[in-house]
């Protein structure tokens, strides 16, 4: 059980975007699903996937534009698509 945990774990932060990618950190972690940011519908998994598909929020946007070039980055390559 506890094997099955792991690696399900382990998949699953393979699949999740890391926080560094837009700036944060793990005390800010958005669990966006990283297929479908920024390729939105690319995600093997649709609604059955554990990490986040919604639109970012407007706060979301705003306090990723404050995290500087990583951040902004990121917003950059989503509204790129
Ligand atoms: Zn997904």
Partial sequence: MLKEYLSKHKISN???VKPYLYGSNSHWDLGLCKAHFPSPGDCKYGEG???GH???S???KLYMSQLGDAGKGFLMSLNSV
Avoid: D, P, Q, R
Wanted: aromatic letters at 16%; one cysteine or more.
């Fill in 58 to 60: 407007e706060k979301e």
């Fill in 14 to 16: 393979f699949e999740k």
């Fill in 54 to 56: 919604a639109e970012l």
């Fill in 49 to 51: 996937c554990e990490w």
